[in-house]
């Protein structure tokens, strides 16, 4: 058993945060200035430029990336042989995120009331999903969820035996929904089996993947790298000035779904794709 | 790619000449405003109620900063998705505001009320607030303070980027 005082949670929610908002994922700064170099329309390869210059600012001077600084989405993956000590960990990782957003001067962006009865708007309580793992490491990711693109994520069931280019053409029909006021180039998750909530989960799980590295399923990366290709036919590009570029990346994950259903969620993110993970 | 300087408050002349597509640097002010002080700007016009500035010939830039950190004019300060405020910016332009500065499209009712009172419409780079928040050269918050980063600020910007994205004929760059 390992003792784990809440505390170091809290601490590691914190720099996690701040560093989530403040210093663009390698992966998506690597796929920004290679879309850059590719990229031939004047306009989207300024919006690129501008994107990249952002970025360096931010790292540079510890600024938010975004001004949406995000409804934080927090995965912790808990190994069973853990005991915290010293509080709950739902208050360790809200005091991190508040102590991080307060120090950095990051927005305050959470309703309290969704039904706006009341105008009460804190940094916190952000989403928490805890999965429970052999071990005894603690695995934390923090990833604020800006909501221009969240406002244009969907789900959809459909049935066992939809065929692929029905699930290409609900992608692509996402993407261009989206529009230019999500901020592309994006970056979509793909969630697909499970139940509805599971599939929507996952998808949001796919965009903390390493946009660089190959799907280890070989269906599951010919599928994206199709996915991709098709949703850059739509030439929404950087902006929406036009161009190759409308997603930078597509990742899917998957989980066995009931024999009578398969729910495909869809989480839209921007270029702005932020998260931080750490193990202890 | 060629940049072309203009300066506020905007003239009909400036609004004339510039076209769909074209790369602005902006010198001058901005003021601005997103969801709940539009409501409350739209509600003064309505009771024809002084305005907290005046409207003519100039910008209303959508966006919520962060935080204005130590020694900084302002936080993080990018646009936000302007087709939120479309319900009130026929009556603004109307008033003689000239142009709106966000991201993303606009209705058709918009759109029309662009081409009708002579204005334009421009996008900022969106998710690129460090990057913007050089270019503002002073910020104070002018009404509403106590809505946070939904206030109105009144922003003293130099070179502000912008790409005219529905001209004073009602193109879009979008379309």
């Known amino acids: 058993m390992r003792i784990v005082p809440v505390k170091k949670i809290e601490r590691l929610t914190e720099s996690l945060a701040i560093k989530a908002n403040t210093v663009l994922r390698k992966d998506i700064m690597a796929g920004i200035k290679k879309a850059f170099l590719d990229e031939k329309r004047p306009l989207a390869k300024m919006a690129l430029g501008q994107i990249i210059q952002n970025a360096k600012i931010a790292a540079r001077e510890k600024l938010a990336i975004c001004q949406d600084t995000g409804l934080p989405v927090v995965f912790v993956e808990l190994g069973q042989e853990v005991f915290l000590k010293g509080g709950a960990l739902d208050v360790a990782v809200n005091k991190g995120i508040k102590a991080a957003y307060k120090k950095s001067g990051f927005r305050r962006s959470i309703i309290q009331d969704p039904l706006r009865g009341k105008k009460d708007i804190q940094f916190t309580p952000v989403v928490i999903y805890v999965d429970i793992k052999r071990g005894e490491k603690i695995r934390l990711t923090v990833a604020p969820k800006g909501f221009g693109s969240e406002n244009v994520s969907r789900i959809k069931m459909f049935k066992p035996t939809a065929e692929a280019e029905e699930i290409i053409d609900f992608i692509v029909d996402t993407a261009r929904r989206a529009g230019p006021a999500a901020c592309p180039p994006f970056i979509i998750g793909i969630g697909m089996g499970g139940t509805l909530d599971k599939a929507v989960i996952l998808s949001k799980k796919a965009l903390c993947c390493n946009i660089a590295k190959v799907n280890s399923s070989h269906i599951l990366s010919r599928l994206e790298g199709k996915v991709l290709k098709e949703v850059n036919k739509i030439k929404l590009g950087p902006m929406g000035f036009g161009g190759k570029h409308t997603a930078l990346a597509v990742k899917i994950l998957t989980d066995p779904t009931h024999i009578a259903g398969l729910p495909v969620a869809i989480s839209i993110s921007c270029h702005a794709t932020r998260s931080a993970t750490a193990t202890i | ?175």
Do not use: W
């Not at chain 2, 601005?32 to 910008?59: C, E, V, Y």
């Not at chain 2, 919520?64 to 603004?92: A, E, Q, V, Y």
């Not at chain 2, 969106?126 to 009404?143: E, M």
């Open chain 2, 1 to 175: 790619m060629k940049e072309i300087k203009i300066t506020t408050p905007l003239t009909k002349e400036v609004i004339r000449q510039l076209k769909v597509g074209d790369v602005v640097l902006i010198t001058g002010r901005l003021f601005t405003a997103r969801d709940l002080a539009h409501k409350l700007l739209f509600s003064s016009l309505k009771k024809k109620k002084k305005l907290p500035f005046n409207l003519k010939g100039q910008i209303i830039y959508y966006t919520g900063p962060t935080n204005t950190p130590k020694g900084k004019t302002i936080g993080s300060c990018g646009p936000t998705t302007s087709s939120r405020m479309d319900k009130f910016t026929p009556s603004l332009l109307k008033a003689g505001l000239a142009a709106t500065m966000g991201k993303g499209q606009r209705g058709q009712e918009v759109t029309s009320a662009i081409k009708k009172f002579k204005a334009i419409y421009l996008v900022a780079p969106g998710g690129c607030g460090a990057y913007l928040s050089k270019r503002v050269k002073k910020a104070n918050v002018i009404k509403y303070r106590e809505l946070g980063p939904e206030a109105i600020f009144y922003l003293e910007v130099e070179n502000f980027p912008a790409v005219v994205a529905i001209d004073s004929r009602g193109k879009s760059i979008y379309n």
